[in-house]
């Protein structure tokens, strides 16, 4: 090969091949990026199993149901107290790693079932009188965030 067809070859390979390898890596880096997003998302949501787990386990709590639970032993109370911890530091997990002020399409439907898992819980009467204290010392714009919707909904009048 001659110097000019040598010149011609770098030529394509600059035209073309070197935008393209830019493509190809700048889309690997966004594979990447939604490959460790369904890795947290999947990781959270067995967090949240093995919680219901610990819900089932403590079924004289009833918290399976949206009713406060009333009449509780010292040692009911406490229990409970530690389960509602639990929750409030998943939420806030999933809150930090998942909740973004802009969200792409499939975040967005993933956020969501977070804040329905969060609205359902905030429903109980027993959860939200408890929320200023297990919020206490966490990070301060979730704390606002379930304020929020715990306020949301005891504003609705059949909440």
């Not at 002020?101 to 079932?113: D, G």
């Amino acid at each position: 090969m001659d110097i000019k067809s040598w010149e011609l070859l770098s030529y394509i390979v600059t035209v073309i091949g070197f935008p393209l390898a830019v493509v190809i890596f700048l889309w690997e880096r966004r594979q990447e990026r939604i490959n460790e997003e369904d890795e947290v998302y999947e990781l959270l949501s067995d967090n949240y199993q093995d919680f219901l787990r610990t819900v089932l386990e403590h079924s004289d709590l009833h918290l399976g149901i949206k009713e406060s639970t009333k009449n509780l032993s010292s040692d009911q109370e406490e229990r409970m107290h530690i389960i509602f911890s639990m929750l409030i530091a998943l939420f806030e997990r999933a809150y930090l790693l998942l909740f973004k002020s802009r969200f792409s399409r499939i975040q967005k439907r993933r956020w969501a079932s977070w804040e329905d898992y969060i609205s359902e819980w905030c429903q109980r009467e027993d959860f939200r009188d408890r929320l200023p204290q297990l919020l206490n010392g966490k990070d301060p714009e979730f704390a606002a965030y379930i304020m929020a919707i715990a306020q949301n909904l005891t504003a609705k009048p059949n909440a």
